[in-house]
Nanobody, 122 residues
């Protein structure tokens, strides 16, 4: 499956942004989806994941209550709604897919999209 993330940009602290990740080349509803991010000079970190039907979600503590992951299986798209953004949310955000659903932040996903840059100014 091929993944393409978009929707990044520059936003002020406290603002909102919605990222999208479009999938192609596979049956989207067969894949769990996740978002990761990598800040400059830091390792990539898990942000959120959603199960195949969207019935289960899991978030990193750092974004819980501020970010919402969702999916539209008819549109083959997963979203990340980011509210109350902070400068420390600045990173390249990546979407990922896997046939299995895991709530482990260390789970290694099989498919990755290119990143989209989110910059939060103070």
């Amino acid at each position: 499956v091929q993944l393409q993330a978009f929707g990044g940009g520059l936003v002020q602290a406290g603002g909102s942004l919605r990222l999208s990740c479009a999938a192609s080349g596979g049956t989207f509803s067969h894949y769990s989806m996740a978002w990761f991010r990598q800040a400059p000079g830091k390792e990539r970190e898990f942000v959120a994941t959603i199960a195949w039907s969207g019935s289960s979600t899991y978030y990193a503590d750092s974004v819980k209550g501020r970010f919402t992951i969702s999916r539209d299986n008819d549109k083959n798209t997963v979203y990340l709604q980011m509210n109350s953004l902070k400068p420390e949310d600045t990173a390249v955000y990546y979407c990922a897919a896997d046939m299995y659903y895991s709530e482990s932040p260390q789970y290694e996903y099989d498919y990755w999209g290119q990143g989209t840059l989110v910059t939060v100014s103070s």
